[in-house]
């Protein structure tokens, strides 16, 4: 049986690596802040939805979200994107759950 465990492999990936991928393993699926509600408006929601899969999916999210703050400031259909910007709750919910 050919079958390793992360235990096993612990030595040849590293223990910090391994214990950190079996914590994002139990993650999975689960969150851990409660969902607020749904912008009543549907296209500030669809983009909400579609900026933070594109974050998401980016090689470093956090940069390219402050390129994209930077880009849009002072636009009020990108507030969400602000602390304390109208949809900034929502925003980092749907930026929680892809992640997971």
Same mark, same amino acid.
């Given at each position: 049986?050919? +079958?390793?465990?992360?235990?096993?492999?612990? *030595?040849?990936? *590293? #223990?910090? $690596?391994?214990?950190?991928?079996?914590? /994002?393993?139990?993650?999975?699926?689960?969150?851990?802040?409660?969902?607020?509600?749904?912008? #009543?408006? /549907? +296209?500030?929601? !669809?983009?909400?939805?579609?900026?933070? /899969?594109?974050?998401?999916? +980016? +090689? !470093?999210?956090?940069?390219?979200?402050?390129?994209? #703050?930077?880009?849009?400031? $002072?636009?009020? !259909?990108? #507030?969400?994107?602000?602390?304390? $910007?109208? *949809?900034? !709750?929502?925003?980092?919910?749907?930026?929680?759950?892809?992640?997971?």
């Amino acid at each position: 049986d050919y +079958s390793h465990t992360y235990d096993y492999m612990a *030595g040849w990936l *590293g #223990q910090s $690596g391994t214990e950190a991928e079996k914590k /994002r393993k139990r993650q999975l699926g689960k969150t851990d802040i409660p969902p607020p509600p749904v912008p #009543q408006d /549907r +296209s500030k929601a !669809d983009l909400i939805e579609k900026t933070a /899969r594109y974050i998401h999916k +980016s +090689s !470093d999210p956090n940069i390219f979200e402050r390129t994209v #703050q930077e880009k849009n400031k $002072g636009n009020p !259909d990108w #507030q969400f994107l602000e602390i304390g $910007g109208e *949809g900034h !709750d929502y925003y980092q919910f749907v930026r929680h759950c892809l992640e997971r």
